[in-house]
């Protein structure tokens, strides 16, 4: 499979015998040098599968369930479980604090952090709010309203989420298939019938919670990009140059992964039933096609599950400022922004409606686009939020108009480039320590998660370089590292 070079940091992929469009692909050669063979295969894959029109490769393409981690993939006609993945709706939050970088420059000031937050947001599979003393309970009338309404008013006020938060959120409410919440309300009553979804109260219990393998939580100093554009953009945003924030990045849990499961296993069923042969002989790239009882239940799943997430989110963030008002008290908080890595969503494309799939990519849309009419980033563009790593640190972004090629769309970070088994032989676990050490980045684990290093990542400056050389979006801020909350258990490969 050859990689053809159209600029810096862009290019194409052709399909065998030049058979449709193209796969987009963006990175610059360094970049584009290290795509595993497995991940390119699985991109030409998803790109012939039925329905699909378009496919986009970002630099932090890796190989995944069945389309590429790090891909963009666009349907007007059929839904794809596999582009959305187990976790669905995985996405990124960032809360900015008032709070000045000085004040906790002190070690034992952020310990006493890191205390507080543990005592509010579990880590580790299968953990939630009853492991931890200072959480949230959940029972299952408010559960039910969480999955079936999203961070709608009532909701967040029920949690003590400020309400006015969900104006900060790429979607703060998902509808059912027909745009309704009885859509939802019916299918959670066939799904709980059914016990599609076990230990219903125990998986609501999970809200505000971190789980485990890639998800974090990092306290931040903000750094905003020194030019006049783009501080005023950061000021807009809310941003506070040399001030503690917060990033946060989690998904919808055990939920979530449940009726992720559930729907790979029903479509399956139907392939074989059917003799439906899978694309490409993959039978991860389920589909079915829009206007269909399968569709139309996976729709209301992936709602249910985004849901969920929307409101962990939210309330991880209501306790993270919490717990930094215990320690700092006074601090003040504001939601930067909520945005999805791991979701489909209906958007306006070349004049017609597409199912956007992002399957570990971000959607980006800059100021003046029509879709962010009447929100507080119709003229700047929305917050694009990438997390690097604690070395090496993340970044605040806004878009480009040049990013209408890439389907409006970015990468969601800088995207393995070691599988965990490949870094627990290969990394060595004291100068993961010492790394942070230096860098004066501390942690809740006693050892940092040796397949969670940075260098278990892709060069992050270099898949910047490769955004920004592309056209597609700029840097607003970078966000330091000062603490890391982390789920200490190996994660699965």
């Not at 269909?292 to 409101?311: C, H, I, Q, R, W």
Request: hydrophobic share 35%; aromatic share 6%.
């Amino acid at each position: 499979m050859t990689l053809h070079k159209t600029d810096e940091a862009l290019g194409f992929l052709p399909l065998p015998g030049n058979t449709g469009k193209p796969i987009t692909v963006v990175g610059t050669d360094a970049i584009r040098d290290h795509f595993d063979e497995m991940c390119l295969q699985q991109a030409i894959n998803s790109r012939m599968a039925p329905g699909v029109t378009d496919v986009i490769l970002n630099p932090d393409g890796h190989a995944g369930y069945g389309a590429p981690i790090g891909c963009v993939m666009v349907s007007p006609t059929h839904i794809y479980p596999g582009p959305v993945g187990v976790d669905i709706k995985c996405s990124m939050s960032l809360l900015q604090l008032d709070i000045p970088e000085d004040a906790i420059a002190d070690k034992r000031t952020r310990r006493a952090l890191i205390d507080a937050i543990v005592e509010r947001t579990p880590t580790g599979a299968g953990r939630g709010q009853r492991s931890v003393k200072k959480g949230r309970r959940v029972d299952t009338a408010l559960g039910t309203r969480v999955v079936t309404e999203g961070a709608v008013a009532d909701v967040c006020e029920a949690l003590g989420i400020p309400p006015e938060w969900a104006t900060r959120c790429e979607d703060s409410t998902h509808r059912g298939h027909d745009g309704t919440y009885d859509a939802l309300r019916s299918r959670l009553e066939l799904i709980l019938k059914e016990e599609r979804v076990k230990n219903f109260a125990d998986k609501i219990g999970q809200l505000g919670s971190y789980g485990g393998g890639n998800h974090f939580g990092e306290c931040e100093i903000t750094r905003v990009n020194d030019r006049p554009s783009m501080q005023a953009t950061a000021d807009s945003f809310g941003l506070k140059d040399g001030h503690v924030s917060f990033l946060s990045h989690c998904g919808s849990r055990g939920f979530g992964n449940l009726l992720a499961t559930a729907q790979f296993k029903d479509l399956e069923r139907k392939f074989e039933k059917w003799s439906t042969p899978y694309p490409s002989g993959d039978k991860k790239l389920v589909y079915a096609p829009l206007g269909t009882a399968e569709a139309d239940a996976y729709l209301d799943d992936m709602a249910l599950g985004s849901n969920f997430a929307t409101v962990n989110h939210l309330l991880i963030n209501a306790l993270v400022l919490e717990a930094f008002q215990e320690i700092l008290p006074g601090a003040k908080g504001r939601l930067v922004y909520f945005i999805s890595h791991n979701i489909a969503r209906e958007e306006i494309l070349d004049g017609r409606k597409n199912w956007v799939h992002r399957k570990g990519a971000t959607r980006a849309i800059p100021g003046g686009h029509f879709s962010l009419a009447g929100t507080p980033f119709a003229e700047t563009g929305h917050p694009i939020l990438l997390p690097g790593n604690p070395r090496d640190g993340s970044v605040v972004m806004v878009a480009k108009a040049g990013a209408e090629r890439t389907a409006w769309s970015v990468n969601h970070g800088a995207g393995r480039q070691m599988g965990r088994k490949h870094a627990a032989r290969t990394l060595d676990q004291k100068s993961v320590d010492a790394d942070f050490d230096t860098h004066d980045i501390l942690s809740n684990c006693r050892k940092y998660p040796i397949d969670e290093a940075p260098d278990a990542y892709k060069n992050f400056p270099e898949v910047l370089r490769s955004v920004e050389s592309a056209g597609l979006a700029e840097t607003v801020a970078k966000l330091q590292a000062r603490f890391v909350i982390k789920d200490e258990a190996a994660a699965d490969d």
